[in-house]
């Protein structure tokens, strides 16, 4: 394909949200779910990149080349989803090495299967030139793998969605804007890669998913600056609730490692006299006298007087760090 195609632009311009994106992520780290996203928007940038190097490729031998080494990103992509999902709404006990070893088989075989493409018909069974508008461009037939690692794709797609989807809920209101970004980034391929494999767009033999990821991209930039995707988590909310909700009657305040409220108990609502609506996403410092004074973990040495609307209460202060498997906060 020419340099001039409009097509060219575009991916660099794809490269170039999914990269910035991807340092965004890297500055976050160790923030829950953000290295699984670092690897998510490279998956990306590699897919876009060779992409290109496709489209320029004077021959068939040539793209057949590049269009094989784009698989490492497509694999790369669903997997990273879907370990940012888990670990980015507190699912981490998932994130282990056998669950890991699991998840990574089907990328793994996907891959050996392009880097060998030329000795057999698993991934592809057939591949040619096709012209459309005076641009020569390949087109691919699936083999008997490729609908097993399609399918595989939309599988993890759904299963990192469904906790993602919890976050949209009417009482989860610090993260919906940030959650709805997060899966309108997440849809927009899928739903171009749908309509290629369903052979319903003008030009058959293009794949506009690469094409996608530029609104991907962007919509992932807007929940890591608009919607503070690491500045408010709601992964400390669901350990919480193992850990202490689930087995203590008295009040509980769940914040993140930024101090921003993300989960109370309604004996706690009580105490403090204030709707859980409200108080998420607030700042700690607003809800709790002397917060700033509270230990790491460990009781409060003086008993906290809070104001409420029945008057003055003095209340016993214990703070209790909460942490992944991996000992992060």
Do not use: C
Request: hydrophobic share 45%.
């Amino acid at each position: 394909m020419p340099a001039e195609s409009p097509l060219i632009p575009v991916m660099v311009v794809t490269i170039a949200v999914a990269t910035t994106a991807a340092f965004l992520a890297w500055r976050e780290r160790p923030e829950p779910g953000a290295t699984p996203l670092v690897a998510m928007f490279l998956g990306q940038s590699w897919w876009a990149a060779f992409f290109v190097f496709e489209l320029q490729a004077p021959t068939l031998a040539a793209k057949t080349l590049w269009s094989d080494v784009q698989w490492l990103g497509v694999v790369v992509i669903p997997v990273g989803w879907l370990l940012f999902a888990l670990e980015y709404t507190g699912r981490d006990r998932y994130l282990r090495a056998r669950y890991l070893l699991a998840v990574a088989a089907v990328p793994t075989v996907t891959v050996a299967l392009a880097m060998t493409d030329g000795y057999h018909d698993l991934l592809y069974t057939g591949t040619t030139l096709v012209e459309s508008g005076g641009t020569t461009m390949l087109q691919r037939t699936g083999g008997p793998w490729y609908w097993v690692v399609t399918a595989y794709t939309y599988l993890l797609g759904v299963v990192g969605a469904v906790p993602m989807l919890r976050l949209v809920r009417r009482d989860a209101v610090p993260f919906r804007g940030q959650s709805a970004a997060i899966l309108l980034g997440t849809v927009t391929p899928g739903v171009a890669n749908l309509l290629f494999l369903g052979g319903v767009l003008p030009v058959p033999a293009f794949d506009p998913t690469p094409m996608a990821f530029t609104i991907s991209g962007v919509a992932f930039l807007g929940a890591i600056s608009r919607f503070r995707l690491f500045g408010t988590s709601p992964s400390p909310n669901r350990r919480a609730r193992r850990l202490i909700f689930e087995r203590m009657q008295e009040g509980a305040v769940v914040v993140d490692s930024h101090d921003y409220v993300v989960d109370m108990n309604g004996r706690a609502t009580d105490i403090l006299g204030v709707s859980r609506r409200a108080a998420l996403g607030s700042p700690a410092t607003d809800l709790l006298p002397e917060y700033d004074s509270y230990p790491a973990d460990g009781r409060v040495t003086d008993p906290v007087t809070v104001h409420t609307e029945s008057g003055p209460r003095s209340l016993d202060v214990a703070v209790t760090a909460i942490t992944d498997i991996h000992g992060q906060s």
